[in-house]
């Protein structure tokens, strides 16, 4: 099986993850949180945006300066009208994130404002979709199993805000602890 993101060719069909970068190769969808961007303000109006695979997820108003949170799927597909998607937000919470960005804000706070308006964007367009959330730094913490977003959205919101960063960085223990 090819993987979706490095492009490896595995050789056990029955493989979980990537022999080569440890992507999993079949998974409900997987957003791993990989990039937070700054940028000026644009001074018009903009809507927010749902965030799906290899897509952003505006931060802030036009008005002022903003981030973006980037988010990559481990394995893409169209959704037909009236399907739903399951996905497990993995957030990095180590202590790299809670550097400057911009000179006046952190990164783990962006991370927190992006994830938290995706969540809202989610909730609005398919509130039937299964959304779960783990923390990873030099571990991974499962910290909400997948459950429907009209009835997780408030608790996901509030653990994700309570998040804090600290710690090293292992990627992969994160998209392990979603599997």
């Given at each position: 099986?090819?993987?979706?993101?490095?492009?490896?060719?595995?050789?056990?069909?029955?493989?979980?993850?990537?022999?080569?970068?440890?992507?999993?190769?079949?998974?409900?969808?997987?957003?791993?949180?990989?990039?937070?961007?700054?940028?000026?303000?644009?001074?018009?109006?903009?809507?927010?945006?749902?965030?799906?695979?290899?897509?952003?997820a505006p931060i802030?108003?036009?008005?002022?300066?903003?981030?973006?949170?980037?988010?990559?799927?481990?394995?893409?597909?169209?959704?037909?009208?009236?399907?739903?998607?399951?996905?497990?937000?993995?957030?990095?919470?180590?202590?790299?994130?809670?550097?400057?960005?911009?000179?006046?804000?952190?990164?783990?706070?962006?991370?927190?404002?992006?994830?938290?308006?995706?969540?809202?964007?989610?909730?609005?367009?398919?509130?039937?979709?299964q959304v779960g959330l783990?923390?990873?730094?030099?571990?991974?913490?499962?910290?909400?199993?997948?459950?429907?977003?009209?009835?997780?959205?408030?608790?996901?919101?509030?653990?994700?805000?309570?998040?804090?960063?600290?710690?090293?960085?292992?990627?992969?223990?994160?998209?392990?602890?979603?599997?």
């Open positions: 099986m090819q993987c979706p993101r490095c492009g490896d060719n595995n050789q056990s069909a029955n493989a979980n993850y990537c022999t080569n970068c440890r992507a999993p190769l079949k998974a409900t969808t997987l957003a791993t949180l990989t990039q937070v961007r700054h940028s000026p303000p644009t001074n018009g109006t903009t809507a927010p945006q749902p965030v799906y695979g290899g897509s952003q802030g108003n036009s008005n002022q300066p903003s981030a973006s949170v980037y988010l990559n799927h481990a394995q893409g597909r169209s959704l037909g009208q009236g399907q739903s998607e399951d996905l497990v937000l993995v957030l990095d919470t180590s202590g790299s994130m809670a550097r400057r960005y911009d000179g006046s804000r952190d990164k783990i706070t962006a991370a927190k404002r992006g994830t938290s308006s995706l969540v809202l964007n989610m909730a609005m367009i398919d509130p039937n979709a783990v923390r990873f730094d030099s571990s991974a913490t499962p910290l909400l199993p997948l459950g429907p977003l009209h009835s997780n959205k408030d608790p996901l919101i509030r653990k994700i805000q309570s998040l804090q960063a600290d710690g090293g960085t292992d990627q992969n223990e994160g998209l392990k602890a979603a599997r």
